[in-house]
C-alpha cells in the first residue's frame, strides 16, 4: 500500500513539472498520468485481495477518474461498486443529497419510475439489508446515461390565481413543488402553493399547506420535518409520519408589530434550528432542546423594514449569518446550552455595505460580495474570523460562486462577463480566465452552473435583443492537470434558464426562438447530458402552448416544471425512456407528444 501510494505521489509531481514542457499541455499530463496509473495498478495486483479492496475503497476522486481510463476490468469494478459515486460523496461532504437518498424515497419516488427503464442495473432485491445512497446514486445517473434515447411526457398543467410565477422550485427530495405567485391586488406579497406527486399524478395542495396557499413553507434537508407560516403570526411544525402522511407538532408564535407580507424560514443543516426573518424587520431563531421542546428565543432587531436577504448556515452548521440593521452582517454561533448568539459583526476596513454572503463548501472561508466593488474573503482560524484578502476588478462585482471543491471562485462583472480566479502556490487569489469572452450586448444578470464534482462549469450572459429573454453561454471543463480549457461547440446557443441535477450529468434549459420566426419553429425545452468531455442532447419538448421564462428540475432529473412569462401557469413533465415509436429520424414535436 506504501508502494502504491509513493507511486500516486511521484505521478503528480511528473504531472506538475511536465506542464511546463513544450508539448501541449493536456497530452502531455494525459499521457503522465496514464503511465503512473498503470504503474501503479500493476502495484496494486500484487497485493492481496482484501487490501486492494482497502485502497480502492479509500482512493480520492481524481484517482477514479484517471484509473477508470487506465484499465477496462478496473473501469468495470469502479462501476459495479459505485466506487466513482462513492469517492465523489467524500469529496462533496455536506454538499452530497445524502438526505435524501432514503430507502422511503426509493420506493416512493425512484423505484417506480426507474422501473421503466430498461437500463436500471438495480434489482428487485436491491436494497437488501444494507441501504448505500452513493448505489442508489449511481443507479439513478446511470440509468438515464445508458438509455438511448429519453423523452419528456407531460404530466399536469396548473393555472393559478395571480399575475405571474415569481420563482418555482422542488423540495429536497422531489416530491413537493413550492410555488411563489404575488396576487393582483398586492404585488408586494408572495404567497406559497404546495403541489405533490402521490407515486402517479401532481396534485395541488397538501394537509400541511391546503390550495390557497401559505405564507412561507421550508423543508429540512431530509425532508422529515417542514415548517409552515399562515399570516396570523404563527408557524407550524410538522413531522413527517410516514410516505404519505404528516403531522403538526408545534406551534411557533412571534411578536410583530407591522404587518409581514414576506418571510424568510430556514432550517440548520440537522434540522434542530429553525431561522424566521421578515419583511418587518425581525429575527427570530429556534432551538430544540433535548426535550425536544422549542423554547421562546426572544427576538432579535435585524433592521426596520429591510429588504430580506436570507439567512445562510455554514455547510457544517455551526454559524449562522444574517443581515442585520446598518446593512451589515451579523454571525451567530451556538452556545454551550444551545442557544444561538450573536458572535461579532462582520466590518470591513473601508465603508462598505455588503449585499451578498455565502460559505465555502468546508466552512472555513466566508465571501462577503459588495455590489459592483469588491469581494472580501474571511478566514476561521483557531475559532476566529478574520478578513484575509479582498479581490478586486476595474469594472467591479456583480455576483460570485464558489466551486464545489472550494478551490476556484467566480466573480461576475457588469461590463466584462465573469472571471474564473485560482489560488496559486503562495495561496494568492488570482484571475486566471475570462468567461463568455465573445458574448455582445452583456446585461447585469450572468448565470453560473457548476458540476457538483467542479468537473466543469457553465456561464451564460444573458442579452435580450427583442425582449426574449436568452442568452449565449461557454462550456469549461478541467482536465487532469486541474486546468479550465474553453469546450467549442457547445449546444448552449440562445440557452435561457439553465437548471442542473445533483448528480452534474443532467442539464435542462429553453430554446426560446426570437420573432421574426416560422410559426412552425416553437419553444423548446432540451435535456442535456454530459459524456466524455461535452454537452449532447437526450431530449427535446416542444411548447406549444406556454411561452416559458423559468424552469425547475427536481435533484434526480425524474421530473421537470416549466414556467409561464405571460400568465400564472406551471406545466409538469416526467423524463421517461423513449419508446420504440419515437425513431432519431422523427421530428422532435410528433416524438415529444406521444
Known amino acids: 500500500m506504501h508502494e502504491v501510494g509513493g507511486s500516486l505521489k ?11 514542457d513544450s508539448l501541449p499541455k493536456r497530452t502531455r499530463v494525459d499521457q503522465d498520468e496514464e503511465a503512473f496509473s498503470t504503474q501503479a495498478l500493476r502495484q ?66 425512484l423505484q417506480p419510475w426507474l422501473a421503466g427503464f430498461s437500463a436500471n442495473p438495480l434489482g428487485e432485491d436491491w436494497p437488501g439489508a444494507v441501504f448505500r445512497p452513493h448505489v442508489l446514486w449511481a443507479a439513478v445517473t446511470r440509468t438515464l446515461c445508458n438509455t438511448q434515447q429519453l423523452t419528456l411526457v407531460k404530466q399536469a398543467r396548473f393555472q393559478l390565481p395571480g399575475v405571474r410565477v415569481n420563482s418555482a422550485r422542488f423540495s429536497p427530495s422531489g416530491k413537493f413543488l413550492i410555488i411563489k405567485v404575488p396576487p393582483a391586488w398586492d404585488l408586494g406579497r408572495l404567497p406559497v402553493h404546495v403541489f405533490a406527486w402521490d407515486g402517479s399524478r401532481w396534485g395541488q395542495g397538501t394537509s400541511f399547506a391546503g390550495a390557497r396557499g401559505v405564507l412561507s413553507i421550508c423543508f429540512t434537508v431530509n425532508e422529515k420535518r417542514l415548517a409552515v407560516a399562515d399570516e396570523k403570526t404563527q408557524i407550524h411544525l410538522w413531522e413527517r409520519l410516514d410516505t404519505a402522511h404528516w403531522q403538526r407538532t408545534v406551534r411557533l408564535t412571534f411578536y410583530c408589530q407591522t404587518h409581514c407580507a414576506r418571510m424568510d424560514l430556514l432550517f440548520s443543516p440537522d434540522g ?103 469581494l472580501s474573503l474571511w478566514q476561521l482560524q483557531e475559532g476566529h474570523w478574520s478578513e484575509r484578502v479582498v479581490l478586486r476588478h476595474p469594472y467591479g462585482m456583480a455576483h460570485a460562486w464558489f466551486s464545489p471543491d472550494g478551490q476556484n471562485i467566480v466573480t461576475r462583472c457588469s461590463r466584462s462577463g465573469a472571471l474564473l480566479w485560482a489560488q496559486d502556490a503562495g495561496g494568492v487569489w488570482r484571475p486566471v480566465q475570462t468567461l463568455n469572452r465573445a458574448a455582445a450586448g452583456l446585461s447585469n444578470v450572468t448565470e453560473v452552473h457548476f458540476d457538483p464534482a467542479s468537473g466543469w462549469l457553465i456561464a451564460a450572459d444573458q442579452f435580450d435583443p427583442d425582449n426574449q429573454g436568452s442568452s449565449t453561454g461557454e462550456l469549461w471543463a478541467r482536465d487532469g492537470s486541474g486546468q479550465w480549457k474553453a469546450c467549442p461547440g457547445s449546444p448552449l446557443v440562445a440557452a435561457h434558464g439553465l437548471v442542473v441535477a445533483s448528480t452534474g450529468q443532467h442539464l435542462a434549459w429553453l430554446d426560446l426562438r426570437r420573432p421574426p420566426a416560422d410559426a412552425r419553429v416553437h419553444d423548446r425545452l432540451r435535456l442535456l447530458e454530459w459524456k466524455k468531455g461535452a454537452l449532447m442532447t437526450k431530449a427535446q419538448y416542444p411548447l406549444l402552448s406556454v411561452r416559458p421564462h423559468q424552469i425547475a428540475m427536481d435533484p434526480f432529473c425524474c421530473h421537470l416544471a416549466v414556467i409561464c412569462s405571460r400568465a400564472p401557469v406551471v406545466e409538469l413533465l416526467r423524463v421517461q425512456q423513449a419508446s420504440p415509436l419515437a425513431l432519431p429520424g422523427r421530428p422532435d414535436e410528433e416524438a415529444a407528444q406521444e
Open 10 to 20: 511521484r505521478g503528480v509531481a511528473v504531472a506538475g513539472n511536465t506542464a511546463q
Open 272 to 374: 434542530r434550528s429553525l431561522v424566521m426573518q421578515g419583511s418587518h424587520g425581525w429575527l427570530h431563531i429556534w432551538r430544540e432542546d433535548d426535550q425536544q421542546q422549542w423554547p421562546d428565543p426572544g427576538q432579535f432587531a435585524s433592521g426596520f423594514l429591510c429588504p430580506i436577504r436570507g439567512p445562510v448556515f455554514s455547510p457544517d452548521g455551526r454559524w449562522l449569518l444574517v443581515y442585520s440593521r446598518f446593512e451589515q452582517f451579523t454571525l451567530f454561533t451556538l452556545n454551550r446550552e444551545g442557544d444561538w448568539l450573536p458572535y461579532t459583526s462582520l466590518a470591513f476596513r473601508e465603508q462598505a455595505n455588503p449585499a451578498r454572503a455565502f460559505f465555502r463548501s468546508d466552512s472555513q472561508c466566508l465571501a462577503l460580495l459588495v455590489p459592483d466593488s469588491f
Open 44 to 109: 496494486l495486483a500484487l497485493l492481496p485481495p482484501e487490501l486492494q479492496d482497502a485502497v480502492i475503497r479509500h482512493l480520492p476522486l481524481a484517482d477514479i477518474l484517471v484509473w477508470q481510463r487506465v484499465s477496462k476490468n478496473f473501469r468495470h469494478r469502479i462501476e459495479a461498486a459505485a466506487l466513482r459515486e462513492r469517492a465523489l460523496c467524500r469529496s462533496l461532504g455536506n454538499a452530497f443529497p445524502r438526505e435524501v437518498l432514503t430507502r422511503d424515497n426509493y420506493s416512493h419516488l
